[in-house]
Structures are given as structure tokens and as C-alpha cells.
């Protein structure tokens, strides 16, 4: 007479998404932070984009202008626009990055410690 020992298996019937990147975390929680710092960084790389297009855009229209007093104010509008919003961008980013200093955690890459 022998005694079967039948062990659990692990893993087997796990549900996996395909349609997420495998760089997504797996972890609980983990997936809604990867997310928000994602959304978070192709903000500020779009933001910067914009500005570059915006603050050319500004500079051709006011060199464009042949003096004229409204399409200058609307250039110099553009140009100040661009400029107040590279200023946002580069306040998230180091109000982002004095965060990270000061309590010691990489918000952008976020690690969440695993169940005791």
C-alpha cells in the first residue's frame, strides 16, 4: 500500500491580461502607481513639446508682424503663454524631485513593500 501525496499547484489557474505591458507591476496597488507616474512623465514630455512648438510659433508670428500693433500683442501673448507653462512644467519637476529627496522614495518608479 502506497501513500500519494497530492501537492497544490501553484499558479495554475492564474488569469493573466495580455493586453498590459509586461513592465507593469504585479504587485496590489502597484499597477494604479505605474500608471499615474507614467501619465505623469508623458505629461511633462508633452508639455515641453508644446512649448517649443508654442514659443516658435510666437517667435514667427512676431518677426511676421510688419509692425502691426495686435498681431505683436498676440505673438508676445504666445510667448508669454510658453513661457508661464515651462515654468509649471519645471515646478511639477522639482516639486516631484524634492519629494523624492525628502522622504527617501522614488515616486516615478513606486515599489510597495509585499504582504508580512
Not at 510659433?57 to 508682424?65: D, F, P, R, V
Not at 505673438?75 to 525628502?102: D, N, R
Request: net charge positive; glycine share 10%; aromatic share 10%.
Amino acid at each position: 500500500m502506497s501513500i500519494t501525496i497530492i501537492r497544490p499547484a501553484h499558479a495554475v489557474n492564474e488569469i493573466v491580461n495580455r493586453a498590459l505591458s509586461p513592465n507593469v507591476p504585479q504587485d496590489p496597488g502597484g499597477g494604479l502607481a505605474f500608471y499615474i507616474a507614467s501619465l505623469w512623465q508623458t505629461v511633462v514630455t508633452v508639455g515641453g513639446i508644446a512649448f517649443i512648438i508654442y514659443l516658435v510659433w510666437g517667435g514667427i508670428e512676431y518677426l511676421t508682424s510688419g509692425g502691426d500693433k495686435a498681431k505683436i500683442d498676440d505673438a508676445q501673448k504666445k510667448i508669454t503663454s510658453s513661457v508661464i507653462g515651462v515654468g509649471i512644467l519645471v515646478a511639477s519637476y522639482a516639486i516631484t524631485y524634492f519629494i523624492q529627496a525628502v522622504f527617501k522614495i522614488n515616486i516615478l518608479k513606486p515599489v510597495f513593500p509585499s504582504a508580512l
